[in-house]
Structures are given as structure tokens and as C-alpha cells.
């Protein structure tokens, strides 16, 4: 089998991203449907908002490609936000999607994904790694869970 290769995203991925984000958003959108917007494929805004990340200065986008096939992509954004003086400054790296193709699923492309990640945010100067994931996704739980991430804070909400 032919490895897969963790490198950052081209402008010429960007076709790629975009399919693998509408195949994670249709995922987010049956289960959080009042959150999820449903994407279309070919979404110009979709494709600006990839390409906005992969050309900030703060943040990256990682790709994973499997012969000349990209199978994955990791975003990820470091802040210090402000916070009160009761609460420690610190530099975070965030992970906004991870997504791996329904066909390289439990292959240990994510793993590769969210190692890479982990590297980066370290050479960024981040001194912790967090994400968002909602309730519904319990395979993702569980693959987060299995690398090391614990809930630290539980974020509520209810449709006013």
C-alpha cells in the first residue's frame, strides 16, 4: 500500500478540500441539521474560506495524500486570547476540521492528521491543543479521546 504523505495545502488542493468539506459538512448537517448549513458542491464561499485559512499567517492547513489522491486535511489557528486576570495567558492551537474520506477511514490517516497538527502548533509556540466536537459525533469522541484529548470545559446552548 502506498503511504500517506502529511504536507501543507496547495492552491491546486483546494478542489480537494472542498469535496472532503462537503462530505463532513453533509456528516454535521444530518446531525445538527439547526446548525449545519447544507454546502453545494463547487460553493465559491467554501472554496474562499479554505483558501483564506491556508494563506494565514496564523493558522494551517495540512493535507493528507495517498498516491495523488488527497484522503484528509487538518486546519488548525493559534491565538493568545485576552483573558481575564483570573484565568492563566497562554498561547492555544485550535483544530477547526479534521476530516478524512469515508473511503480512508480507520487507516490511520487522522492519526498521521492530528500528529502533524500537534507538531505545528508546538513549533508555534502553543502550549495546549483544543477543539470543538459536538455531542452527536461519538466516533469522533472516542478517536479524540484515543489520542490524548479530555473534556475541560462542556459548552451548553438552547434555541431562543
Known sequence: MTPVVIRAAL???LPALCRLSDEINHEHHAGAPDVFVLSQPGDEATQAWWHSAM???DSVVLV???GDQVCGFISAKVTEPPVPP???A???ARIGTIVVAASHRRQGVGEQ???AARAWAKAQGAVTLYLQ???FNESAIRFY???GLTVQSVFMNTPL
Do not use: P, Y
Open 64 to 66: 493528507a495524500q495517498h
Open 86 to 88: 483570573f484565568i492563566r
Open 90 to 92: 497562554r498561547r492555544e
Open 145 to 147: 479521546e484515543k489520542h
Open 113 to 115: 492528521l492530528l500528529g
Open 55 to 57: 494563506s494565514a499567517s
Open 133 to 135: 466536537v459536538f455531542s
Open 11 to 13: 492552491t491546486q488542493d
